[in-house]
């Protein structure tokens, strides 16, 4: 039967079970002469190899995973030409039996977290896992927090670079992202962009990021502490203009913010669902006159526009779209509070924020490292972007056999 077929793989098999399993994975079964052989003739329809559209760079490479298993395997491996890349197979979903593959460079991923990953995805019990974004939900530490503790990417050189720094990666077929873990909170803020860059320019971006952080954090719930509660922290010629815009509102500040931000991720929803040049002018035609008719209404302050879209724009700098959302998110909590309490409102919710942060674990690693705990070696590729040089040590987080990246030729 070899020798007649050979154009497909042939296998012989005597287990009806696997005789099954290759027929719904399309497989073709044979019998003949009292024996089954299966053919494996199973050639998938998957789109090109294209540009991510969700983390896009100016420099570097251009290329993202897609929904086929075997073409974002090659995409690392043309990154990775290395024997210690090891790929255990896993199968998850009792009806969708979805193909899930866990990839870690040998002798420099902590087998610890390579064992707990696998153990995880095994312990799913579910009909079907459609796509790696589910996927992180069934296996993060803590499924119930806003924010996410596993880092998901469609760029193939981040995948290899979170491999190479001792990450263990989740691979699905069917899925066009790889799920990297453990993951920190502060590794959400770097950019590709960062290293292909400058070092110089790359520290710039990544301390802007921060600032944007904070900036999208407090600055709408500060402008409804201080016009609420502590109008004695505004300059007397600001307050004057404070009390003229606000003139005509009839509501209270933290009535107008959470209007105001409604509506900001009403525009950003909308623009999302809809084609994306009708989705952009949506966007800008929607805001600018919405803005306007709030304001000669005297629904809302000029003001106020200016610092919920100050906080808006911002929330768009952090590169991952799942912290920005649950950043977000929490930012209506804190315009809550601080419209309730004023700054001690404000203080507390950001002190709930980074207690909840400091409890948390991505695959039993430390979520808030390099500050929880206290890693001043890790800041170097964290708060700034070093040059490479000084990069010789791979994240304490991983907590790798293998510490060393590179030797630095000059120190010996």
């Known amino acids: 039967m070899k020798e007649l077929l050979r154009q497909a793989p042939v296998v012989l098999v005597t287990d009806a079970k696997k005789v099954i399993e290759g027929i719904v994975n399309g497989g073709v079964a044979i019998f003949h002469d009292g024996s089954t052989y299966l053919l494996d003739l199973y050639s998938p329809e998957s789109r090109s190899v294209q540009q991510s559209e969700t983390e896009t760079v100016i420099t570097g490479p251009h290329d993202s995973f897609v929904e086929s298993l075997t073409t974002n395997l090659s995409l690392i491996r043309r990154r990775i030409k290395s024997s210690h890349l090891k790929i255990i197979p896993c199968s998850v979903g009792e009806i969708s039996k979805s193909k899930v593959y866990i990839l870690y460079i040998q002798n420099i991923a902590n087998p610890e977290h390579v064992e707990e990953m696998r153990k995880r995805v095994q312990r799913i019990e579910t009909d079907g896992i459609l796509d790696g974004s589910i996927l992180t939900q069934y296996l993060e530490d803590s499924p119930n927090s806003v924010f996410p503790q596993f880092m998901i990417t469609e760029r193939p050189d981040v995948a290899a670079s979170k491999l190479m720094s001792g990450r263990v990666l989740t691979i699905m077929e069917n899925s066009p992202i790889v799920v990297s873990a453990p993951a920190a909170f502060f590794e959400f803020f770097a950019s590709p962009d ?54 005509r509102v009839p509501f209270p500040p933290v009535y107008e913010a959470l209007l105001l931000e409604t509506m900001i991720e009403l525009l ?97 690693a430390s979520y808030m490292i390099p500050l929880a705990p206290m890693k001043p070696s890790d800041w170097k590729d964290v708060f700034i972007r070093a040059p490479f040089s000084m990069l010789t040590k791979r994240p304490t987080q991983v907590k790798t056999p293998n510490s060393t990246r590179q030797t630095d030729k000059k120190q010996e």
């Open 194 to 247: 960062d290293y292909y860059q400058r070092w110089a320019l790359g520290t710039a971006l990544r301390m802007l990021r921060f600032m944007a952080l904070l900036i999208t954090v407090t600055f709408t719930a500060m402008y409804v502490s201080v016009t609420t509660f502590h109008y004695e922290m505004v300059p007397e010629a600001l307050l004057r203009t404070l009390a003229e815009s606000r003139s």
């Open 268 to 364: 950003r929803e909308a623009g999302a669902r809809l084609p994306t040049k009708i989705g952009q002018t949506i966007g800008i035609v929607g805001g600018i006159v919405i803005g306007q008719a709030a304001v000669q209404a005297g629904l809302t302050s000029n003001i106020l526009i200016i610092a919920v879209a100050t906080s808006a724009i911002a929330s768009f700098v952090i590169p991952s779209y799942m912290m920005s959302a649950s950043i977000r998110l929490i930012r209506f909590g804190l315009i809550i509070l601080a419209g309730t309490w004023g700054n001690m409102g404000l203080v507390m919710g950001i002190a709930l924020i980074i207690i909840h942060l400091s409890g948390l674990t991505s695959l039993k």
